[in-house]
């Protein structure tokens, strides 16, 4: 155990020789042997797992705006320390089907409107039991109209006034309307469980994670202790530490040094660098991120479907996939989530027509386009890919101006802002991304993609039984966004992650945003 003194010393020096590229630093090594491998319990491959000890985790963050409110959470440093933190009734796995998390079991009426969900015993860091009363709190503390919080979108259908606490781990949801996948809406991105009136996150947060709270600095680092309490029982670590670091080179480098253990994001070239040569260990989750353009549709040039139609055929996707990925994914076909359930794959796959291209903007009065393109180091293959598509699209007499955003703002920036930018999203079922991004009322919608016929077809495939009539509504509704839509979604890329070889555990098989994802309280240092 480290006292506060300690630890910031450790991150101040961390930032000097870890964070910056320094001479030599490649020929450093990692103490322990053997590879990262999967997070089942019993260790196969991997030895028995091992208690004790640190795990010091690099995530790019949000700067000094970072809170460790789970309802506020958005990128990926936050994911990561709202489930170390905080448990949510259910999560996704790793085919992105909802698991049971805090509650043991679901079920529904015969008119799919009203759902029995039973809490599995539980408790909090303080001793109290996670109870009914909790989880109504958390969800209506997320669908408060003044808040902007995430997951306040997927919880739309519930009747909140409406629901009730059947018993102290017992609640019973009442749905404005049938909702066949109502799991979902439990494993909903940011739906965690705070106790009961809890407002104060930053300072002393409680909640029934794995981990406990020591110490957070906002945009710095944030320290939390095992909890010999979970309900899943008790992480292998003492402490894991979150340590925020914007470049990727600073958190490489910091890795080969030994000054941390686990980096996430790491560039394909990164890998490519270090893979199978022994200092660190390479995890890629395959096909975990959509790489995307998205276009505001609701103002120009973005509010004509023809214009977003050309930017559809200027993109060469084989050619950003091999630059910006160097080729660690594949081509998407401007539509989220290839491979999932629903995910429309009967469509044709888009490819360059510059001829085409031209011809649309010249209907739309668009010959000699002008665009500003927003991007940012913020993430792996954004400036590469901005860069390209700027190539492809001069090919098409469009004129595409690049520019750099904040690495501390960027994903708030482009939400309200511009009329075109670089974006991503990790894993969650097509389900989700539609409530979260793409209705009227949706928190994350920037593609400001926003039509009330769209928003009834969802809640159509929500109300439907059926599994292929509802698989069937959903396809409609892709078309549509294949057809007009605001997300030219070029690329499926892996997920790459670094670890120090003495770290054991890492689950492979765990596209990011998903329960297995992240999941510090199954890591042991060997």
């Known amino acids: 155990m480290h006292d506060d003194t300690t630890r910031s010393l450790s991150f101040s020096a961390l930032r000097r020789r870890g964070f910056l590229a320094a001479t030599g630093v490649g020929a450093l090594t990692l103490a322990g042997c053997g590879g990262s491998g999967s997070g089942s319990d019993d260790g196969a491959g991997d030895g028995a ?14 700067g000094a705006s970072e809170t460790l409110d789970p309802h506020l959470a958005n990128l990926f440093a936050d994911a990561a320390r709202a489930k170390a933190l905080f448990d949510k009734l259910a999560d996704y796995g790793a085919d992105l089907s909802a698991v049971p998390r805090l509650a043991a ?81 439990l494993a909903a991105f ?50 894991i530490e979150f340590l925020v670091a914007n470049e990727e080179s600073a958190r490489v480098n910091a890795l080969l040094g030994g000054q941390i253990e686990y980096a996430h994001e790491l560039n394909p070239t990164t890998a490519r660098a270090h893979e199978d040569k022994g200092q ?19 103002r120009p040039p973005f509010d004509d479907p023809r214009v977003r139609q050309a930017l559809f055929l200027i993109a060469d996707r084989q050619e950003l996939v091999d630059g910006a990925l160097s080729g660690a994914g594949e081509v998407g076909n401007d539509l989220f989530g290839k491979g999932y359930q629903y995910y429309a794959d009967g469509l044709p796959q888009r490819e ?30 954004f400036t590469e890919a901005a860069g390209i598509f700027r190539d492809q699209a001069k090919k098409a007499g469009v004129t595409v101006e690049v520019r750099m955003g904040s690495k501390d703002s960027y994903w708030s920036d482009i939400l309200d802002q511009g009329t075109l930018c670089c974006y991503r999203s990790g894993a969650m079922p097509i389900e989700a991304h539609i409530s979260q991004r793409l209705l009227t009322d949706s928190s994350t919608n920037a593609t400001r993609w926003r039509h009330k016929d769209f928003d009834a077809q969802y809640q159509q495939a929500q109300s439907t039984r059926d599994p292929a009539e509802r698989a069937a509504v959903y396809e409609r509704m ?3 966004l294949y057809s007009e839509g605001g997300f030219l ?15 054991k555990g890492v689950e492979t098989d765990a596209p990011a945003n998903t329960l297995d994802w992240a999941r510090f309280d199954k890591v042991w240092l060997a």
């Open 49 to 62: 797992p091992k208690k004790g000890g640190r795990l010091r985790a690099a995530f790019a963050g949000g």
């Open 190 to 239: 940011g739906a965690y469980i705070v106790p009961d009136g809890a407002t104060e996150f930053d300072k002393a947060p409680v909640g029934s994670g794995p981990f406990r709270f020591v110490s957070f600095a906002p945009g710095r680092s944030a320290v939390f202790r095992r909890y010999d309490d979970h309900w899943e029982g008790a992480p292998h670590l003492d402490e």
């Open 352 to 381: 360059q027509d510059l001829g085409k291209a031209r011809a649309l903007l010249k209907q739309a009065g668009a010959e000699d386009l002008r665009v500003t393109l927003d991007t940012s180091a913020v993430a792996a293959g």
């Open 478 to 480: 892709q078309r549509r």
């Open 280 to 298: 660190i260990e390479i995890v890629r989750l395959r096909g975990s991120a959509m790489q995307a353009f998205c276009m505001k549709t609701d």
């Open 489 to 503: 979604v070029w690329g499926f890329a892996d997920w790459i992650i670094g670890t120090g070889r003495q770290v």
């Open 105 to 185: 079991k679901w079920e529904s009426n015969t008119a799919l409107d009203r759902w029995q969900v039973t809490l599995r015993e539980a408790a909090f860091h303080d001793g109290r039991p996670v109870t009914a009363k909790d989880v109504l709190y958390s969800y209506r503390r997320i669908a408060d109209p003044k808040q902007a919080f995430r997951a306040k979108a997927s919880l739309e259908p519930i009747d909140l006034d409406a629901s009730r606490a059947t018993g102290e781990r017992s609640v019973e949801f009442v749905l404005k309307r049938p909702t066949a996948e109502f799991p979902n809406i």
